[in-house]
């Protein structure tokens, strides 16, 4: 699909800013959003709102979209089965439910290891389960250089008293992408089980939870081009004996009985959308292929335009002598997603004036407050900016333009 074809199905990309049109660099927070997807969710609203399990129309109706969404992520997690599948109201929130879930079977003496890369909804659950039941947490280190994992560190902390290692597949600050196999692989052979956080990754790398052989996986919808809920992946086996807090007399059987309460039905309806527009970006004819397999081809187009993208903007940036850039180099795994600082200002303060020159980039900690800590700016935090399916080579230019005036 031709660059121009794509961003004509982004409604948010015809906004104007102090009379410049908007570059919108703020994807790792949030993804704009293509008018299929939008469609499909007031389609839901307007004409088949309802609640599930009941015998009229509407119902059904709901029943299937639910039930379509369940496969279209089944397909997008990759060799999962619709009934692996469970949806809520983001990562963080089902990060702690089942982690509660899990902890209810585990007590002092047990330990879950961590990341220090790790966004905190990938953090906090688990040290949650430290103040509840009293279990141990190990938190694995990385290098500031690099921007990559101490994979020594991660190999001793990993023992027969861990229940569980979370691991992000990559890091939502430094982009970062970590090798999730050989990671699950530590897991399972010291008996313990596999969590991965594939929020940042999910919008650059096409998940594979059967190549990655991990027994939870979880993603926000709202990084990848739907609305704003969360999907979580776990064996059916797994989630069939989750002690989850549940009301009574609701379902038994996943991936119902991991849910709580109605659902975000609209936002499922879109979410089903959002995998869809995925799997039509793939330079393929579409019927051709099942929609893994477009869903393969889109993911290898939109890696190899991010690798031009971002050696493009690391080049760029690196060659202002006031910016300072932070992790992976191009070349080592990495998504599109580049965080960095000016001089010694504030990241506000940079992406307000960014903002005045309509380029829209995140500012802060991300969430992932052990990584400006480990990096020594915690206190200015880090200027983030990513690329999507809809930035444009003009776009980056603009970007490092707008910080170089900043510089000088």
């Known amino acids: 699909m031709p660059p121009d074809t794509i961003r004509a199905q982004f409604p948010a990309l015809a ?80 990060t702690f439910h089942v982690a509660r879930a899990l902890g209810r079977g585990w007590g002092p003496g047990d330990e879950v290891v961590v990341t220090q890369l790790d966004h905190q909804a990938n953090v906090a659950p688990w040290r949650a389960l430290a103040r509840e039941r009293g279990i141990s947490i190990r938190l694995v280190h990385f290098d500031p250089v690099s921007g990559e994992l101490d994979m020594e560190e991660l190999a001793r902390s990993i023992n027969p008293r861990t229940k569980l290692v979370a691991i992000g597949a990559a890091s939502n600050a430094l982009g970062t992408i970590n090798d999730v196999p050989r990671i699950t692989g530590m897991a399972h052979a010291a008996g313990a089980l596999a969590f991965v956080d594939a929020v940042h990754y999910a919008a650059h790398g096409l998940m594979d939870v059967r190549g990655w052989d991990c027994d939870l996986a979880a993603c926000s919808v709202y990084k990848l081009y739907g609305p704003h809920i969360g999907v979580l992946y776990g064996r059916r086996a797994l989630l069939a004996e989750l002690d989850v807090p549940k009301v009574d007399p609701a379902p038994n059987e996943p991936p119902e009985r991991v849910e709580t309460g109605t659902q975000n039905h609209e936002g499922i309806a879109g979410a089903g959308a959002a995998v869809d527009f995925l799997a039509s970006l793939a330079p393929v004819k579409r019927g051709k292929l099942t929609r893994r397999a477009r869903l393969e081809s889109a993911f290898g187009m939109l890696h190899r335009e991010g690798e031009a993208l971002v050696t493009r903007l690391w080049d760029g940036l690196a060659a202002i002598p006031s910016v300072k850039l932070y992790g992976p180099h191009p070349g080592r795994p990495r998504t599109p997603t580049v965080v960095f600082t000016v001089r010694d200002l504030a990241a506000r303060t940079v992406a307000e004036q960014l903002a005045r020159a309509a380029v829209f980039v995140s500012h802060g900690d991300f969430y992932a407050s052990t990584v400006t800590e480990h990096l020594g700016v915690k206190d200015r935090g880090l200027v983030r900016a990513g690329c999507a399916c809809y930035t444009t080579p003009d776009d980056l230019d603009r970007l490092i333009d707008a910080v170089m005036q900043i510089g000088d």
């Open 15 to 94: 906004r104007s800013h102090l009379g410049r049109p908007v570059a919108y660099f703020d994807g790792p927070g949030g993804t704009q959003v293509p008018g299929c997807v939008v469609e499909a969710m007031s389609d839901y609203l307007l004409n088949h709102n309802a609640n599930t399990d009941w015998a009229y129309p509407t119902s059904i109706e709901t029943d299937a979209i639910i039930a379509g969404a369940r496969s279209a992520f089944a397909d997008l997690f990759g060799g999962a089965s619709a009934e692996e599948i469970v949806f809520g109201l983001n990562m963080t929130t089902l």
